[in-house]
């Protein structure tokens, strides 16, 4: 995806060209969390943020404001916001833009790919609590809501949108200086961003199933590793990441990608392999009788 020059070691030698951080970020808490009528009577992108939602947002503010100047030990940081068009994360957004001064923002741009889930216009209380219902049972990532989407749908447009992050990283489209320590925070809603990390480390959709949903204001950070690879294990503990509902083996993966060499695979991942050939022997007859 993105090009860049390496040394017989083949860990990247311009890997600082790449955003040092992928932060994703749900909005604060909104009048349809609070309230489920709220959307019967309220457009979805239209629902506001609370007065508590408001305070969290200048919380996460100042916590990603203490992530990306790394404690204010670095001198060199930038960030570029990407923000869903909905009201909610829109103000969330400019609640944490409050901790940023304003020479450290290189841009912000609305992104349509990474709004909320389409769960149908108009919604009425007790006929969702019964779609919701029949969701637990179909699953999670395949049930589409009325008029409306499947998480599926939602993992199909953030793909797109994660190819035009790259092809903005890879034409330096965000306009920092090589040396900077750039950060790429993107305020969203709670599936999009589960789906995000789904398609980046290509978990499977019974791993999705398992994935419990940020909290209001709660973020995700993907820090590029020693040699060139995103994990969330650079960052966040053991402790956090299973909390979230990952699994010991997909801590395990996110523990190699922060050392990992850049465009490595993980041969001990089981889910790539494991899953379908964990009962097939390392060789067949035929390739036993030529060896012998």
Request: net charge negative; aromatic share 12%.
């Amino acid at each position: 995806m993105i090009n860049s020059t390496t040394e017989s070691s083949d860990v990247p030698t311009q890997k600082y060209h790449l955003p040092k951080r992928i932060i994703l970020v749900r909005h604060g808490e909104s009048q349809g969390n609070k309230d489920d009528n709220a959307y019967s009577v309220t457009p979805d992108y239209k629902i506001p943020l609370t007065t508590r939602g408001i305070e969290q947002a200048n919380q996460a503010g100042s916590r990603i404001l203490d992530v990306v100047s790394d404690h204010g030990s670095s001198d060199n940081w930038k960030a570029y916001f990407y923000v869903s068009p909905y009201v909610r994360t829109r103000s969330t957004l400019r609640e944490i833009g409050r901790a940023f001064p304003r020479n450290r923002v290189l841009g912000v741009r609305e992104e349509c790919r990474v709004r909320e889930q389409d769960f149908g216009n108009f919604q009425v209380a007790e006929r969702m609590k019964v779609i919701k219902e029949t969701r637990e049972r179909f699953g999670r990532f395949f049930y589409r809501f009325p008029e409306g989407e499947s998480a599926a749908d939602v993992y199909d447009r953030v793909s797109h949108f994660l190819e035009s992050l790259w092809r903005d990283v890879d034409m330096k489209r965000h306009h920092h200086e090589p040396n900077d320590e750039l950060n790429l925070i993107i305020i969203s809603h709670g599936l999009a961003s589960r789906v995000f990390l789904m398609k980046w480390f290509k978990w499977t959709v019974e791993q999705f199933e398992y994935l419990n949903n940020l909290g209001n204001c709660e973020f995700r950070v993907m820090e590029l590793g020693a040699g060139g690879e995103y994990s969330l294990a650079v960052h966040h503990s053991d402790e956090e990441m299973l909390e979230w509902g990952l699994s010991p083996e997909m801590i395990a993966d996110q523990k190699w990608r922060a050392n990992a060499n850049r465009g490595s695979l993980n041969d001990h991942c089981p889910w790539y392999l494991d899953a379908f050939f964990d009962h097939q022997a390392d060789s067949n007859d035929e390739d036993g009788e030529d060896m012998k």
